[in-house]
């Protein structure tokens, strides 16, 4: 489990670098002289909890004593996720919501019980992998109903039956990130899945929000991967066919996958998996600038030599980057060396192939070929490996800058090729005029980080001085403009992250009211009582710090 | 437009070759002496139009006259597809449904207006793109209304917008197969789908029915290949948003793909498209066997080295393939040959790749060095070319046969690898029982065509002598059995020919009766009068030839 106001395990936050302290107070302008650490766990404040004494009975009959928690800490580690307003209100120890009672079911069947049981009594679910959502999915809404109770699903653990012959492998929907690649690794197989969350979060939880993850380019985002689902919904248990194509209609493994348990829980998922690569090779390449860039990167993808790891950082994101690394002398000699070869304001890539070793060494080559065309300067494997060894590691830095009255938050989207110049221009713009127009001027940065033949994905990251007492309205009001800007520019709303609770609001825009009327059809069926993760997907509850309704 | 009691143009037909006849007849028994050709036009039988006259002038006001049809010729060409059932109908003369009239709108707007006018005066409508289905998918069923209206879309046609630096390309929906590639070559771009249906089949049509063509192992099936649908439905239109990849919940464009006309009717379709290749090498090889051979073919998709066309024959259609080919001088050769090599028993492959001249060249290296080390003996590109020659003509063969007063049906499925042995083993066996059963034996053959890395399709092909005067029940009772064997081993009821009429009494074992009411829930939100292709997809029609019901 994470710490309960943050992001994983102690043990991993470091202070900013003096460099990096200098050019974001530059930029950002001077910070409050006093940390603002959170307060502490017993003084966090929790709306009371109203599980009906009868209802509680029912829910131990049914997952036993030990395995229905109504204590504060547990409220408190799953009252939210790891979305900015989340950790604005886990510090502040203001939650003004949390489950009444958390259950931990143990099998399949016992999380069918629970949804049948809770839609009887009229008790909202909040289905829980690991807790690690930015957009609100896993918060502790209840809609219109008396009670919540969240599902946490880490006891449907383990890898169920590997297919060594079809290479798929099939898990319980609660596994994490290392022990499902620890499971896999003992048959000499990998899943290939690393979003930044891989450590803390699970199958489960990748397959209900359409995952992508780090390699992605190279093995297919989780949509990719899925074969078949075991899904328990309040209607019944839906089990999807385990074959590799098929023309029997429109599929409702695509109806489930994305679901962000608005429908129902999934509790086992059927993937493709892969032999273990024999090598993995991260190097690092700086381009003229994020425009070379992007074209190196769609003549990679539409040439069908994209390394496995494709990450291209623009021009701001390499400046800022270079001042998180610090003052080490081999930061410094990588400065000096991008201004010697004239790519000081230049954007820097990241590939990774992996593999066996020849064909490692013949897909490099070719993607090497096509970015030195586009003028890439080789930077060698260390920056590679480096940017692989700490790529779980980010969120920690946002704890750090929340000490210190930082606002930092990411949002991410996705567009054709030919419009992925004038989506970067004008979401930076939106998220830098919300900001300014606060008196809060931000650094904001960018990269892709997932090429596909028609398109990329655009990860945005910006910090600003906190609005000290207006810390939820200062984000709804870059929220709402950033989502604004994606809509008007041919993006989706979300690429990765899912819609959970942050972008419900422009979810009618991305896939039309008729859209929405299709998806709220599917969830009458299952969820005729609307018990299932109210004010999520489908049906949007207001963004925390927006005006009153 | 297709002759109206076949396939294709005349011109194609070919007689058997003595030695195919005496292959056949020596496995199948004696044929009937006597020809039995399709029935006069002007004999066939429909039954009476029934458009309410107040319907036909709205229909005309929307459409203009000369783009409403009812004549003769006209129902008959609409009135049911190209499926063993729908052959046997027309040739008879006999056909128990036809279209009461046929509108051919002329724009998106026209073709929602006439789903507008048919919802309001209870007219089922019925979409036609080339009339290709195998599975009843445009059978002119009425369902519970008093009238059916085809809607054929061949004027919504052409190519509408090209995005080279997206490589995507948009079409109206009813352009055909050989327009569309022109469209795209004048850009010098390829689809590269290839159905066996392309000649008169649409792109549309492809979507609409999650089609597969020959080259989909390498360039994807068409359900791979949308990035965006435009749709009309009785409820309004839908328009997809034309991103690269979302997690913007359970995706739309997926529920839309393969509604095989029960939602709506697609107007308008935005698909990935690709350099056209420089070189095209098809190359064919001989293997011990079918074992050998999905052995072979399963290392190489999981390998990365599976070429874009991957088609094994098991030994049966390698038998059949030759003796089909006839006794010329080239195809005497090509037996002594593979006598002298030891695969006078063994199973066929023909490989094929496409794209630039060095890239094919590395690709085809990686492949035969696979194919050689499961034991393939090559064959050379004669045989490879011939493949590809002739690979749109197969039902061609199929008229002859009827003529000649044999029953030649196709039927194709997918499983994972791990259980594909055993699909084809008892698929074939079903098949082969249900025939002799009924004391017609039949010669049933099979290949692999589409591979993915988790298993591969399975293309089933079997004749058998006519039972005369029973031809629909025969046939009833070969596909029922055949679609039992299916579900009860691990595959899909359909791979790429749709569900439309003839699998529709499966798919709830296929998806499960949750899944078939969560389609439910969309046609009636999409189409809640029920007039979109009633008896097809979620609302199966009882088949023709079973029992009464």
Known sequence: MMRWWGWGEDGHDKPLSSTADAVMRGEIGELPAARREPVPLDAVELPPATLPPATRERLIELVGTAHLREDHVTRVEHAVGRGYPDLVRLRAGRLDVAPDAVAFPGTPAEVAGLLRLCAAEGVA???????????????ALRG??????TVDLRRLDGLLAVDPVALTATFAAGVLGPAAEEALAAHGLTLGHFPQSFE????GGWVATRSAGQASSGYGRIDDLVVALRVATPAGEIVTRAVPA????PSVRELLVGSEGAFGIITEVTLRVRPRPAVRRYEGFALPGFAAGTAAFRTLVQAGAAPDVARLSDEQETRVSL???GDSRSTQALAGYLRARRRANGAIVIAGWEGEAQ????????TVRILREHGAVALGTRIGHAWEKGRFHAPYLRDELLSRGVLIETLETATSWSRLAELHREVGAAIDGALRGRGTPPIVWCHVSHVYPDGASLYFTFVARQQLGEELAQWHALKAAAGD?????????THHHAVGRDHGPWLAREIGELGVELLTATKARLDPEGIMNPGKLVLPAPLPGGPAA
């Open 125 to 139: 679910v909040v289905p829980f992998g690991g807790g690690t959502s930015v957009v609100g999915g896993v918060e």
């Open 144 to 149: 219109r109903f008396a009670a919540v109770l």
């Open 200 to 203: 803390f979060s699970t199958v």
């Open 246 to 249: 098929s023309a029997a209609g």
């Open 323 to 325: 001042a998180l690394a």
């Open 359 to 366: 064909d490692v060494r013949h897909r490099r080559t070719a």
């Open 485 to 493: 800007a994606i809509l008007a520019h041919g993006g989706t709303i």
